[in-house]
């Protein structure tokens, strides 16, 4: 059986992992590469990069930060943000990156998902969305939540896997940030229509929000988070030790 | 030296990569001549059968790895790269393997009576059911990263493998000299580094 999976999301600006990074005992701690062995050490079973940088200079110290990551750690490592074209696919996987996401650019560029699946393999396709309930309908936003768009989730989900995307990651706008447990109702109304691997973004706030995902959520297979890791409230060990002596099936690391 | 084979398919970065942090002694090549004198193979590969079938034979380097395996020299054959270990597989139709190991390769959708996801991805617990070389540092239940949708059947060769569903996945088999992982250890973490440590302890004991 198939474990569920855990996954810290980094995000990594001019080289450096920005984002409420408070880690005691451990210097250095904003060093991507750092904190990705630590995570690695950790038991995280896959770990996200996400580029927040917007120059061409600072996206070569994004692309090196990877390739540093990708000589020590050897877990799946998926790399998002700035990617809208085959070029940038080519580059980020020629730089370590086992998976790419996209988000943006896939709402606008739908093709984006089939031509790059086909060239490297659908396991390599992630499609990201941002949803939000607008009058009670799961919408698609774009530009990092920015922009509203009239699409319904559960039919971009679906269409996204038609399209040839291997794994969705459902970053719920209305759970992200208010720490009151992942969005069960989104993931489930998602998880019911595609086939393929749904990672749930958004919410996770205690160690407790993940039993109830993976419970109340059966569909989901991973639970995706960032400052409860980075802030060190959950730690991914003890959290893999809790969710395997309540029955979830997981990945454990011998300490 | 190991020799890591550049046929033209996949990412070879992340495998290189894993051997690196074991011996500095690693190569990664698409030179007929360079295979000859290695102490060991890695036949890596991610992609589809039918084109890396073709790209292994029509370059000569299947040729070669079938003679120096049946030499003697240690192979380890990774996801796809395991897969072409065996005599043919069914994937877009009926394509030729290096025929070393025993067995086909067959879609797991056509096998599964349970709904589950196809590919089979994500880390999945090995059961050994019979000890090898590349057994050596793990123990049952360890953790190990698969991505694939095509599986192993028919073989005599089984070391461990993974329950999905009704199935049971072949992850590592094996027949004298001749190893196959169809998990990725480059990317299963301590595990999958202490299955490449054990590959290269066999290369050196060759």
Not at chain 1, 74 to 90: A, C, N, W
Not at chain 2, 27 to 55: C, H, Q, R, Y
Not at chain 2, 179 to 188: D, N, R, T, V
């Amino acid at each position: 059986m198939l474990a569920k999976r855990i996954i810290p999301c980094l995000d990594v600006h001019a080289g450096r992992v920005v984002k409420g990074v408070n880690f005691e005992g451990l210097r250095d701690i904003d060093d991507p590469v750092r904190l990705a062995e630590y995570y690695n050490e950790a038991g995280a079973d896959e770990l996200v990069f996400y580029d927040i940088t917007a120059s061409a200079e600072q996206r070569g110290l994004f692309t090196d930060v990877m390739k540093r990551v990708a000589e020590k750690v050897f877990i799946p490592l998926t790399v998002g943000g700035g990617i809208s074209s085959l070029d940038d696919f080519d580059r980020v996987l020629k730089n370590g990156a086992d998976k790419v996401s996209v988000n943006s650019s896939a709402i606008k560029n739908p093709l984006l998902i089939r031509e790059a699946a086909r060239r490297y393999g659908d396991q390599c396709v992630v499609l990201s969305m941002d949803v939000k309930r607008v009058n009670g309908v799961f919408t698609v936003f774009g530009r990092g939540g920015r922009d509203q768009t009239d699409i319904n989730a559960v039919e971009w989900a679906q269409r996204g896997q038609e399209l040839g995307a291997g794994e969705i990651v459902l970053n719920s706008m209305d759970a992200d940030g208010v720490r009151g447990g992942f969005d069960i109702e989104m993931l489930n109304a998602v998880c019911e229509k595609v086939t393929i691997p749904v990672v749930a973004s958004g919410g996770a706030g205690n160690i407790s929000h993940f039993y109830d995902l993976f419970k109340n959520a059966p569909g989901a297979d991973a639970g995706l988070a960032a400052s409860i890791f980075h802030s060190k409230e959950v730690s991914i060990h003890e959290l893999k030790e809790y969710l395997n002596a309540s029955g979830i099936p997981v990945r454990r690391i011998q300490k | 030296m190991i020799a890591i084979v550049d046929y033209g398919v996949g990412n070879l970065h992340s495998i290189s990569g894993a051997v690196k942090t074991l011996t500095d002694d690693v190569v990664i090549t698409s030179e007929k001549n360079a295979l000859m004198n290695t102490d060991g193979i890695i036949l890596p590969g991610v992609g589809a059968f039918p084109d890396a079938s073709e790209k292994l034979f029509k370059s000569g380097l299947g040729d070669v790895i079938i003679a120096r395996a049946k030499a003697g020299a240690p192979l380890l054959g990774v996801c796809l790269g395991m897969q072409l270990l065996f005599e043919k597989s069914y994937e877009y139709g009926e394509h030729k393997g290096l025929s070393l190991l025993k067995g086909e390769i067959a879609p797991m959708a056509n096998d599964l009576t349970q709904k589950v996801k196809v590919p089979h991805m994500g880390w999945n617990a090995l059961s050994i059911q019979k000890e090898c070389a590349l057994t050596k540092y793990i123990q049952n239940g360890d953790y190990v990263y698969y991505v694939h949708s095509f599986y192993a059947k028919g073989l005599d060769c089984l070391n461990a493998g993974s329950e999905y569903a009704n199935l049971f996945v072949p992850g590592i088999v094996s027949s004298g000299n001749v190893f196959g992982c169809q998990f990725h250890p480059e990317k299963s973490g301590s595990v999958g580094l202490n299955i490449l440590k054990a590959f290269l302890e066999v290369t050196e004991n060759a």
